[in-house]
């Protein structure tokens, strides 16, 4: 494959891989609405993004087997199919189950392509380019969610991409996972006096935390593992980060949903409503902290076991 098609193959698996990260995170803000036009309450209404995360998993589960076993000409056509019949049905969908189902039909798109996608660049990209490739197709899907606070943290992806190319992945990785701790943190300082501004701001900062940590991460795991499980490690890194989003949108759905079903009146649904989100800043501070201690755990482990194989 020269170099023409391999970018062209890469760019192609990125778009898909946009569009269904487009699709995972664009409903989140209207799940208020879904709930009146489909008489469905909060707790029903999660299942579109919860469902839909779960699928990507369940996929992402198989996608390792998958590209082991078939071209990746054909997984990606395959993709594109599922992409474009869920994405009629939602478009059609008169109730909600049609809208769930069709939304579950993309679902199976996303998990074939973001896989493939780290499959490809692994595969046909020279060791010392893999962090640039990464953090640039990073950069496409981290511009998906919305376009204006996540375009800084996108941008990011590339340059933390050059980082690890030039000096290895510790440097981005901890820097990322300190700037996802201080977000987490303000997040949670601020919640009595946010504003709009306020809000766009710390989450613009989670998200170049973010693009400082994951495509790094894959990266470093990368590099420490045989080429015959580079299949194996873009699929498990994308299955648990999609199994993590659903399980963590279940909870935080849930612990504001508890709270508001306590509510008797307008003003004290609103109370309720503060009260849940409060809790869910918590927890989101606690694991935040959990993932800095492994960072430099792990961060330790591999500057011990490196200092071992220099002295053998």
Known sequence: MNDFKKKLAILATALLSFCGVLLETSMNVTFPELSKIFSV????????????????????????????????????????????????????????????????????????????????????????????????????????????????GGITSPISGMIYDRFGPFKPILSGVCL?????????????????????????????????TFPNTISNAQANAPMSQTADISSIFNMFQQYGGSLGTTILASVIAFHQNQATSPLEFKQKTQVGGNLDYLLLLILATIVAAATFYNWNFQSRKQATNENQ
């Open 180 to 212: 996802i701790c201080l977000a987490m943190l303000l997040f949670n300082i601020t919640e009595s006096w946010t504003t709009s501004l306020s809000i766009t701001l710390m989450f613009t900062l989670l998200r170049f935390g973010i693009n400082l």
């Open 41 to 152: 309450s909060l707790d029903k209404v999660q299942w579109i993004t919860t469902g839909y995360l779960l699928v990507v998993t369940i996929t992402m589960s198989t996608t390792a087997f998958l590209l082991k076993k078939y071209p990746i000409k054909n997984l990606f056509l395959l993709a594109t199919t599922f992409f474009i019949i869920g994405d009629f049905l939602s478009m059609i969908a008169p109730n909600f189950n049609l809208l769930l189902l069709g939304r579950l039909i993309q679902a199976g798109a996303t998990g074939i392509s973001m896989p493939m996608m780290y499959h490809v660049i692994f595969t046909t990209v020279p060791r010392q380019k893999i962090g640039t490739y990464v953090g640039i197709c990073s950069m496409v899907i981290s511009m998906a969610p919305a376009l204006g606070p996540t375009y800084g």
